[in-house]
């Protein structure tokens, strides 16, 4: 059964039609779109040794860098501005043309940046307006990632929805291989004259064909059933903002995981890091040299592989645990500040402290602190304040932090709280 509805922002498959096959292609669809935004703002931090003195004359080639990341950093700060404009439009307009709209703002200044002249050719301005764009980019992004993950959670299963949501988690990690790939073929392809030439403005010039493939995509795609069906039945918030952060109801809202990944980071990452540095195969990082007796390429991915599996802990379920804190008339909002609050100004503003303390100190491992001491007091506020939400049941959910599981798991639950010697705590 399909919606015969002519309304594009009501054009929708209902939640209990949805086959198997359509579910592959939706999340397949949302998830290549995300990959290409996150290779769109992530080709912009990786290029910092080659293009920081292109566009910032510091006089030193560190200050030229930390100019770089400071730009780089602007766009992290200005992601949850971004979450609350596109978030409020995702929950008043529909989340398929919001996230579509981020996508082609993000690509039109992705390509921008590969036009722009440099340092030597218009001043100063060139930097100024690298930051313009990096906040625009901030903003697209904002927008994306709560539009993605609702447009999955609203399609998907009650009991699969940590599976499929995951594999948008997997996109930022893809953007970040995908923009060091494309890096590295230019930079070998060309050599190095020609690549700080000109051959490092290909990378963020081929993000065209990527956003064309993508927008023509998305714009295939209906709109989720949850919201449509809201829609229809005139329970779209009238202003997302208010019932998000306004209305006491709903400030509350996987914890296990999240806990576990959150708080080894904050206890492990010193000691690996110390790790890196003692079976680094080079003195002086430099691939001239010998190698250290010390090298080991096995501890060096042993540990980095410790550290994937601390991320992957705590970031696979956080887009299924975003989403069951909120109803449909608010998610998007709800959802995108929090997690851009947390990943963009927290997270963006590691390279440049790290770089800028490490610099300042002469503690080649001092830019940690920042990240493990943000890590502790997360871990503690998510083991007293944070509730298990698996089980919910989205599309029912009135109000944020609604204790309303799908019938089969409050049987479940119900059934193990009978058990002799067997307790369940409340979601």
């Known amino acids: 059964m399909v919606n015969t509805n002519t309304d594009p922002n009501t054009d929708f498959t209902p939640y209990a039609s949805i086959t ?26 990786s290029m910092a040794s080659t293009t920081a ?62 036009c722009l002249p440099t340092y030597d050719n218009i001043g100063p301005a060139a930097g100024v307006i690298l930051i313009i764009l990096r906040i625009i980019q901030g903003l697209a992004i904002g927008g994306e990632y709560g539009g993605a993950a609702s447009y999955i959670a609203e399609h998907c299963p009650h009991k699969e929805r940590g599976f499929w949501t995951s594999f948008l988690q997997s996109t930022a990690t893809g953007g970040l291989i995908l923009a060091l790939a494309v890096i590295l073929i230019f930079r070998v392809s060309l050599g190095e004259a ?23 995509i998305r714009l295939k795609m209906k ?34 995981f999240l806990l576990v990944g959150i ?27 010998a190698f250290r007796d010390e090298y080991s390429p096995a501890m060096l991915g042993f540990i980095v592989w410790m550290m994937i599996i601390f991320v992957t802990m705590a970031y696979g379920p956080i887009a299924a645990f975003l989403v069951e804190l909120f109803p449909t008339s608010i998610r998007y909002t709800s959802m995108s500040l929090p997690y851009h609050i947390g990943n963009g100004i927290f997270g963006g503003l590691v390279p440049v402290l790290g770089v800028t303390v490490a610099t ?10 920042f990240p493990i001491v943000c890590a502790a007091i997360t871990s503690i506020v998510c083991l007293v304040l944070v ?7 989205i599309e029912n959910m009135e109000k944020a932090g609604a204790n309303t599981l799908d019938k089969e798991e409050a049987e479940s639950r119900e059934a193990l709280a009978a058990a002799p010697g067997h307790f369940v705590t409340s979601a």
């Open 194 to 216: 020609r690549w700080a030439q000109y051959g490092w403005r290909f990378p963020f010039l081929i993000s065209i064909f990527m956003i064309a493939v993508s927008l023509y």
């Open 223 to 256: 709109e989720s059933p949850l919201f449509a069906e809201a829609r229809l039945k005139g329970k779209v918030a009238k202003n997302p903002l208010v019932e998000s952060f306004l209305r006491p109801y709903n400030l509350y809202g996987r914890k296990p």
């Open 20 to 45: 198997k096959q359509e579910l592959h292609k939706i999340v397949i669809a949302s998830c290549v779109g995300t990959l290409i935004e996150w290779y769109d703002f992530f080709v912009f931090g």
């Open 263 to 289: 708080t080894a980071g904050a206890v492990f990452f010193y000691p690996m890091y110390m790790g890196l540095y003692y079976f680094r195969p080079y003195e002086n990082n430099k691939a001239t040299e």
């Open 387 to 393: 509730p298990e939400t698996m089980g919910r049941d």
């Open 53 to 114: 003195s292109l566009f910032y004359k510091t006089g030193t080639p560190t200050g030229d860098i930390i100019a770089w990341l400071a730009a780089n950093a602007v766009g992290f700060i200005f992601r949850p501005f971004g979450a609350l404009v596109f978030g409020y439009i995702g929950d008043k307009v529909g989340r398929k043309y919001t996230f579509a709209l981020t996508l082609v703002t993000m690509g039109v200044c992705t390509v921008l940046c590969g």
């Open 360 to 369: 300042a100190t002469g503690n080649r491992y001092g830019g940690l602190f």
